[in-house]
């Protein structure tokens, strides 16, 4: 599975939008792009996910570019609630099981 | 919403001992997983299991072992605990994508 690049800390202002960027270089045409976040002391809650095609959903939008070699996850209206570790992960789909590798993630800091 | 249940949030025990934990899903779901958190390492998968009775190893199944013998349930046995087995550990079931329970905290003295 492609490795992914991610900053380590970012902050942004409550009511913001926070845009958080992953590069993904080496991604294969069959590898998709997931985005997880993990709140202290709890499980890694999954957000959204994409091919090729930018997607929304309740939680977010996530932004992949043509050549599909990095994404951007955005939270339009971040909230104090948000503050958390996000996981960028490129994992290919397999006919049993679909294997994610998390490496250290975006520690996102949502301040008032 | 899908949930995914860990028997313990924290759990503590002895060197030696042989230690079970429970991860029940109500997603119906073939798939379901074991991993393990350790500050600076990510998760780290250790087994999981694609059908009732069917399982494969991860990246670090060394002194671990799995059951699945019904589908909503897949427990992760550690056969004779050690000190560096200490870790949180994530159950998470489901197929793109995975949702994970909250874990549990396994300390071993």
């Known amino acids: 599975d492609a490795k992914t690049t991610q900053p380590t800390s970012m902050d942004c202002a409550e009511g913001r939008a926070a845009n958080l960027p992953c590069n993904h270089s080496?991604?294969?045409?069959?590898?998709?792009v997931y985005w997880y976040r993990q709140i202290h002391s709890q499980g890694p809650q999954y957000i959204i996910h994409?091919?090729?095609n930018n997607e929304t959903n309740e939680m977010a939008s996530l932004i992949i570019t043509e050549d599909r070699k990095s994404s951007t996850l955005i939270l339009p209206h971040a909230t104090l609630r948000d503050t958390a570790v996000y996981y960028c992960?490129?994992?290919?789909?397999?006919?049993?099981?679909?294997?994610?590798?998390f490496g250290t993630g975006t520690r996102l800091q949502v301040t008032l | 919403d899908v949930k995914v249940t860990q028997s313990s949030r924290y759990l503590v025990k002895r060197t030696g001992e042989k230690v079970f934990l429970e991860c029940v899903q109500d997603?119906?779901?073939?798939?379901m997983f074991w991993y393990r958190q350790d500050p600076g390492l990510g998760l780290r998968l250790i087994y999981f299991s694609y059908d009732v009775k069917m399982k494969e190893k991860g990246d670090i199944p060394e002194g671990y072992s799995v059951s699945r013998e019904k589908k909503e349930r897949f427990s992760l046995i550690l056969e004779s605990a050690s000190t560096n087995q200490t870790s949180m550990y994530l159950c998470a079931g489901g197929f793109q994508p995975q949702h994970f329970g909250d874990g549990t905290r396994l300390s071993i003295l």
């Open positions: 992960i490129v994992a290919r789909v397999s006919g049993t099981a679909s294997k994610l590798t």
């Open positions: 997603m119906d779901h073939e798939n």
């Open positions: 080496t991604i294969s045409g069959n590898e998709y």
């Open positions: 994409g091919l090729k």
